[in-house]
């Protein structure tokens, strides 16, 4: 899936909800008016920018506990180590103490990242942007490199003295599920986006989401956390039953006897349809499973509709169906095209729930 550079920064900006700080900025606008830039210049931009902001507001620091052999005590005497080691002999004592530093998690994920991205081959990565990384991690020589994993992304705890690392971490972790090593040391290449990723179906889910919270509130979309219940009372010490959750769940308007809830299921795959141009049933019966638990777990309100999502490039498409209790909507979002004919059809697909939900579309 081909993603224009300057569509791909709005959809991390709204799937990620950093909406006020980098879309309405004049970073913003030069992000969106560079055509036809590979997805990896952009990362390294959203990089070198974000760090410089962080850099004139000040890094984070942290303590961390150090240990060493000195001459004069300070902080707390080891005795045991002392004692291991015949350091008294020697006129020293072994010592632990903390040390404010900058050389946390955080900044090592930072400079790890520009590192990396920073290796590619000459022909992936533009040069001034190679050089601007590279010069930035220089200024960081107490913070030591480390492995981009992912369990080291969710080990960073966000506080307020430290939010502002938000959207620069996220860009690193887009970043380092990119990048696969080569057969030499220390080179990397840039994986580009396909549609079978499971981290491109997330950015799509959370993009589609994000873009409803923050231009169309008048739906009420719900949060991700929000669950469909099956309903089912297990016996003691059965396993348990998983959640359902749906992509996006627009909550209908009581005020209304017309109005229904709408549950969409957002797919960003390779083929949307099946052999003959079938819907695909195994899309179809997950969006079905939804359906029908839901009016189950909720007799009261009127049976919910359904939409089936799909990311494509280049092509569009639009069905209508009056399964019994259901209608269920498939539909396309390309997301191959430019910016502004995006938000066109994003606010299409909004009017369109808003039509399936019985309610009247507010056109932006």
């Not at 003295?161 to 990119?178: E, I, P, T």
């Not at 999502?309 to 092509?315: I, M, P, V």
């Amino acid at each position: 899936m081909k993603i224009p550079a300057h569509t791909l920064y709005v959809v991390l900006c709204y799937a990620w909800e950093r909406y006020d700080e980098h879309l309405d900025s004049a970073a913003a606008r030069e992000h969106a008016s560079v055509p036809d830039d590979l997805p990896q210049n952009l990362l390294a931009r959203l990089l070198r920018d974000s760090f410089r902001r962080l850099w004139r507001r000040g890094l984070d620091r942290g303590y961390l506990e150090r240990a060493e052999d000195a001459r004069r005590p300070k902080g707390k005497i080891d005795m045991a180590r002392t004692v291991a080691r015949a350091l008294r002999s020697r006129a020293r004592v072994a010592v632990r103490y903390e040390e404010l530093t900058r050389n946390v998690l955080p900044n090592r994920l930072v400079k790890s990242t520009m590192l990396r991205l920073a290796s590619l081959p000459a022909n992936d990565l533009d040069h001034g942007l190679r050089h601007d990384l590279l010069r930035l991690a220089r200024l960081l020589p107490e913070v030591d490199e480390v492995e981009l994993r992912g369990e080291f992304f969710h080990g960073v705890q966000l506080h307020r003295n430290n939010s502002d690392y938000g959207f620069l971490l996220s860009v690193c972790r887009l970043v380092a599920g990119r990048l696969v090593p080569e057969g030499r040391y220390g080179r990397y290449r840039f994986r580009g986006f396909a549609a079978s990723d499971t981290e491109m179906g997330n950015l799509f889910e959370a993009f589609v989401r994000g873009f409803l919270k923050r231009e169309r509130p008048e739906l009420g979309v719900w949060p991700r956390n929000r669950q469909i219940s099956f309903g089912t009372v297990a016996p003691i010490a059965a396993p348990a039953v998983p959640a359902m959750f749906a992509d996006i769940f627009v909550p209908s308007r009581r005020a209304s006897e017309r109005s229904r809830s709408v549950i969409v299921e957002t797919k960003c795959v390779n083929e949307p349809f099946a052999r003959e141009g079938k819907l695909r049933s195994d899309h179809l019966y997950q969006l079905w499973a939804y359906l029908t638990n839901y009016s189950r777990t909720n007799p009261t309100g009127r049976s919910p509709a359904g939409m089936l999502l799909y990311a494509t490039d280049g092509h569009s498409f639009r069905h209508a169906y009056g399964f019994p209790g259901h209608p269920i909507e498939v539909r396309s979002l390309d997301l191959g095209q430019a910016w502004p004919d995006l938000r066109r059809d994003l606010h299409d697909l909004a009017n369109d729930m808003a039509e399936l939900g019985g309610a009247s579309a507010s056109a932006a």
